[in-house]
């Protein structure tokens, strides 16, 4: 993937739009092109000439989802651990404009393209966010567990990460929030209660993760893709009243669903 990354300068302006992929997918046209239907395919076991990533993977259904929060929350490193299965380690170089990747998942026999957009949280890209939350389905909000005020901005800063959500994503996106580092237990200062009771008021699904060990990271990821819209996955014979829970009992001590 060609992400954008350069080190972090003070100077660095946004990309030029035509620089940037467009919201469809495409690279590089202009952002913030209609909100395509997602792919849904009629339930049912899919038909050939399913959709294709290229390289064989192939998909019945393609989920968009947005990774948000401050820079330096983790954002890029949970993307590359969940795409390639390894960590960023080293000097941490900031995300310019925005890139995305795929990758399919296997989410009860259904082939889910997830679309991960990784965007920049530096401040003077936020303009070129905004134009690409109204195509996401998921939003990922971040924050780092050693780093207070990238919790305090995901809900109590003037643009706050609850805020932005609200003004320029549909109303029925699939939100989830994430406590990112928790590896660095040393150096924590958000307590694990605090995160619970954020993701508890707003009525979202709760999960710590780590990009370098890669605990929660894939469970996230499939717990996204299952808590995809009901006309995006086959809906189970007898559809639970409320999505269980999919954590291994293990990690249900740090998953905060609304139901285990
Ligand atoms: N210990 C630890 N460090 C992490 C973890 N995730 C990311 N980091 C480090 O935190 C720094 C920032 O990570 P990035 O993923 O680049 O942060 P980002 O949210 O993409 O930042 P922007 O692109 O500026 O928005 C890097 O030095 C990473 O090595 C984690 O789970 N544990
Ligand atoms: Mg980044």
Redesign the pocket.
Known sequence: MSRKKTPKTKGASAPAASALPAANGSRPTRPGTARPVPQARPNGPPQPGRPSLGGGDFYDVAFKVMLV?D????????LVRFKDGAF??GT????VGIDFRNKVLDVDGMKVKLQIW?T???ERFRSVTHAYYRDAHALLL?YDVTNKASFDNIQLAPQAWLTETQEYAQHDVVLMLLG??V??AQERAVKREDGEKLAKEYGLPFME????TGLNVDLAFTAIAKQGKPGLLPVPRAAPQTIPCICAPRTRATCFQLTH
């Open positions: 929060g820079s330096g929350v983790g954002k890029t490193c949970l960023l380690a941490f170089i900031s995300t990784d920049a949280g530096q971040l990112n580092k590896d660095s993760t780590s990009a370098k």
